[in-house]
Protein backbone atom coordinates (compact mmCIF):
# COMPACT_ATOMS: atom_id res chain seq x y z
CA UNK A 1 0.00 0.00 0.00
CA UNK A 2 1.47 3.79 -0.37
CA UNK A 3 0.96 4.82 2.49
CA UNK A 4 3.00 1.63 4.36
CA UNK A 5 5.52 2.81 1.45
CA UNK A 6 5.43 6.48 2.25
CA UNK A 7 6.19 5.67 5.79
CA UNK A 8 9.02 3.20 5.67
CA UNK A 9 10.93 5.91 2.55
CA UNK A 10 14.04 7.45 3.94
CA UNK A 11 13.99 10.84 4.10
CA UNK A 12 16.51 11.68 1.35
CA UNK A 13 16.09 14.21 -1.12
CA UNK A 14 13.14 13.89 -3.76
CA UNK A 15 14.47 15.47 -7.06
CA UNK A 16 11.45 14.35 -9.18
CA UNK A 17 8.95 16.05 -7.25
CA UNK A 18 10.39 19.82 -7.32
CA UNK A 19 9.02 20.68 -10.96
CA UNK A 20 10.82 23.11 -12.44
CA UNK A 21 7.78 25.43 -13.78
CA UNK A 22 6.73 25.90 -10.41
CA UNK A 23 9.76 27.80 -9.72
CA UNK A 24 8.87 31.15 -11.62
CA UNK A 25 5.31 31.06 -10.59
CA UNK A 26 7.10 31.20 -6.84
CA UNK A 27 8.98 34.15 -7.35
CA UNK A 28 6.21 35.97 -8.29
CA UNK A 29 4.16 34.90 -5.15
CA UNK A 30 4.62 38.08 -2.47
CA UNK A 31 5.21 36.91 0.80
CA UNK A 32 5.54 39.95 3.53
CA UNK A 33 7.68 37.79 6.31
CA UNK A 34 11.17 37.44 5.29
CA UNK A 35 12.16 35.68 8.32
CA UNK A 36 10.82 32.41 6.70
CA UNK A 37 13.19 30.91 5.12
CA UNK A 38 11.49 30.22 1.17
CA UNK A 39 12.06 27.26 -1.25
CA UNK A 40 14.21 26.19 -3.09
CA UNK A 41 17.18 27.56 0.09
CA UNK A 42 19.15 24.23 1.08
CA UNK A 43 18.65 24.69 4.95
CA UNK A 44 15.30 23.16 4.29
CA UNK A 45 17.05 20.07 2.85
CA UNK A 46 18.50 19.52 5.40
CA UNK A 47 18.34 16.54 8.19
CA UNK A 48 17.88 18.93 11.33
CA UNK A 49 20.52 17.88 14.50
CA UNK A 50 19.16 17.13 18.26
CA UNK A 51 18.80 19.52 20.50
CA UNK A 52 20.45 18.92 23.95
CA UNK A 53 18.22 19.64 26.79
CA UNK A 54 20.65 21.81 28.29
CA UNK A 55 20.49 24.14 25.44
CA UNK A 56 16.72 24.86 25.54
CA UNK A 57 17.51 27.77 28.24
CA UNK A 58 19.61 29.02 25.75
CA UNK A 59 16.92 28.81 22.72
CA UNK A 60 13.74 30.16 24.39
CA UNK A 61 13.79 33.54 22.80
CA UNK A 62 14.01 31.69 19.09
CA UNK A 63 11.13 29.97 20.44
CA UNK A 64 9.24 32.70 21.15
CA UNK A 65 9.97 34.36 18.19
CA UNK A 66 9.10 31.36 15.81
CA UNK A 67 5.81 31.32 17.65
CA UNK A 68 5.29 35.19 17.01
CA UNK A 69 6.35 34.77 12.98
CA UNK A 70 3.73 31.57 13.00
CA UNK A 71 0.83 34.04 13.98
CA UNK A 72 2.16 36.93 12.03
CA UNK A 73 2.12 34.68 8.90
CA UNK A 74 -1.07 33.38 9.70
CA UNK A 75 0.60 29.77 9.94
CA UNK A 76 -0.63 26.67 12.01
CA UNK A 77 3.18 25.11 11.95
CA UNK A 78 6.41 26.63 11.88
CA UNK A 79 9.72 24.46 11.85
CA UNK A 80 13.13 25.69 12.74
CA UNK A 81 15.00 25.44 9.92
CA UNK A 82 12.16 27.39 8.08
CA UNK A 83 14.02 30.27 10.19
CA UNK A 84 17.59 28.85 9.38
CA UNK A 85 17.90 26.78 12.45
CA UNK A 86 18.88 23.06 11.36
CA UNK A 87 17.97 21.97 14.97
CA UNK A 88 14.99 19.95 15.54
CA UNK A 89 12.20 21.91 17.00
CA UNK A 90 9.09 23.40 15.62
CA UNK A 91 5.70 24.99 17.06
CA UNK A 92 2.43 24.89 15.84
CA UNK A 93 -1.42 25.89 16.85
CA UNK A 94 -4.15 24.45 16.08
CA UNK A 95 -6.30 26.48 18.38
CA UNK A 96 -5.46 25.42 21.70
CA UNK A 97 -2.53 27.59 21.95
CA UNK A 98 1.00 27.24 20.91
CA UNK A 99 2.67 23.85 21.59
CA UNK A 100 6.60 23.41 20.90
CA UNK A 101 7.82 19.76 20.48
CA UNK A 102 11.55 19.23 21.09
CA UNK A 103 13.21 16.06 19.34
CA UNK A 104 10.30 15.17 18.52
CA UNK A 105 9.63 11.37 17.12
CA UNK A 106 6.48 9.58 15.77
CA UNK A 107 5.94 6.38 17.70
CA UNK A 108 3.17 5.16 15.50
CA UNK A 109 0.66 6.25 12.70
CA UNK A 110 -2.36 4.90 11.70
CA UNK A 111 -5.66 5.35 9.03
CA UNK A 112 -5.40 7.92 6.44
CA UNK A 113 -6.64 11.58 5.59
CA UNK A 114 -6.54 13.50 2.69
CA UNK A 115 -8.15 16.84 3.35
CA UNK A 116 -7.62 20.09 3.93
CA UNK A 117 -4.96 20.75 1.16
CA UNK A 118 -1.51 21.33 2.53
CA UNK A 119 0.18 24.68 2.05
CA UNK A 120 4.18 25.72 3.35
CA UNK A 121 5.01 29.38 4.74
CA UNK A 122 8.20 28.54 2.84
CA UNK A 123 6.63 27.61 -0.03
CA UNK A 124 4.05 30.53 -0.27
CA UNK A 125 1.29 30.17 -2.80
CA UNK A 126 1.50 26.36 -3.50
CA UNK A 127 -1.09 24.11 -2.35
CA UNK A 128 -1.83 20.41 -2.97
CA UNK A 129 -3.53 17.35 -1.29
CA UNK A 130 -1.65 15.06 0.84
CA UNK A 131 -2.29 12.21 2.19
CA UNK A 132 -1.29 11.76 5.86
CA UNK A 133 -1.82 9.25 8.86
CA UNK A 134 -5.25 10.66 10.68
CA UNK A 135 -3.90 9.25 14.17
CA UNK A 136 0.01 9.64 15.17
CA UNK A 137 1.59 8.70 18.81
CA UNK A 138 4.55 11.36 19.31
CA UNK A 139 7.16 11.69 22.10
CA UNK A 140 8.95 15.18 22.29
CA UNK A 141 10.18 16.88 24.73
CA UNK A 142 7.93 20.47 25.76
CA UNK A 143 10.06 23.37 25.45
CA UNK A 144 11.41 23.24 28.89
CA UNK A 145 13.04 19.81 28.35
CA UNK A 146 9.89 17.95 29.93
CA UNK A 147 9.02 14.56 28.05
CA UNK A 148 5.42 14.31 26.66
CA UNK A 149 3.94 11.55 25.09
CA UNK A 150 0.82 12.00 23.16
CA UNK A 151 -1.60 11.19 20.34
CA UNK A 152 -2.83 13.38 18.09
CA UNK A 153 -5.60 13.17 15.28
CA UNK A 154 -7.10 14.76 12.27
CA UNK A 155 -5.88 17.59 11.64
CA UNK A 156 -3.12 18.26 14.32
CA UNK A 157 -1.60 14.84 13.27
CA UNK A 158 -1.51 16.43 9.81
CA UNK A 159 0.27 19.47 11.10
CA UNK A 160 2.85 17.63 12.97
CA UNK A 161 3.54 15.18 10.40
CA UNK A 162 4.14 18.77 8.10
CA UNK A 163 6.64 19.96 10.18
CA UNK A 164 8.59 16.72 11.37
CA UNK A 165 8.83 16.24 7.49
CA UNK A 166 10.73 19.56 8.20
CA UNK A 167 13.15 18.36 10.17
CA UNK A 168 14.15 15.38 7.83
CA UNK A 169 14.78 18.34 4.96
CA UNK A 170 10.87 16.79 3.58
CA UNK A 171 8.77 18.84 2.27
CA UNK A 172 4.84 18.63 1.05
CA UNK A 173 5.95 18.93 -2.58
CA UNK A 174 7.64 15.43 -2.00
CA UNK A 175 4.42 13.83 -0.67
CA UNK A 176 1.87 15.59 -2.80
CA UNK A 177 -0.38 14.35 -5.19
CA UNK A 178 1.29 16.04 -8.15
CA UNK A 179 -2.28 16.42 -10.36
CA UNK A 180 -3.35 18.59 -6.99
CA UNK A 181 -0.32 21.17 -6.85
CA UNK A 182 -1.78 24.39 -7.86
CA UNK A 183 -1.07 28.12 -7.34
CA UNK A 184 -3.10 29.88 -5.07
CA UNK A 185 -3.01 34.18 -4.46
CA UNK A 186 -2.01 36.85 -6.58
CA UNK A 187 -2.41 39.02 -3.32
CA UNK A 188 -6.00 40.32 -4.49
CA UNK A 189 -8.27 37.74 -2.97
CA UNK A 190 -8.60 37.42 0.76
CA UNK A 191 -9.75 33.62 0.03
CA UNK A 192 -6.20 32.55 -1.31
CA UNK A 193 -5.27 33.21 2.67
CA UNK A 194 -7.92 30.92 3.99
CA UNK A 195 -5.88 27.35 3.34
CA UNK A 196 -3.56 27.40 6.46
CA UNK A 197 -0.11 26.92 5.57
CA UNK A 198 2.90 25.19 8.16
ZN1 LIG B 1 6.05 23.76 5.77
Redesign the pocket.
Known amino acids: MPAAAAAAEPTTEHAAAEPQDFAEKLEAIPFDDSRVVKYPDPVLRQVAVEIAPARLVGLQPLIDEMGEIMQSAHGV ?1 L ?1 AP ?1 VGQSIRLFVYDVGDGIQTLVNPVLLKKKGEQIEPEEG ?3 IPGLRGVVKRASEITVKALDRTGRPTRFRAFDFEARVIQ ?1 ELD ?1 LNGV ?2 IDHADPATLHMVGDGDDERDDAAPA ?1
Open positions: GAQCLSHHLFE
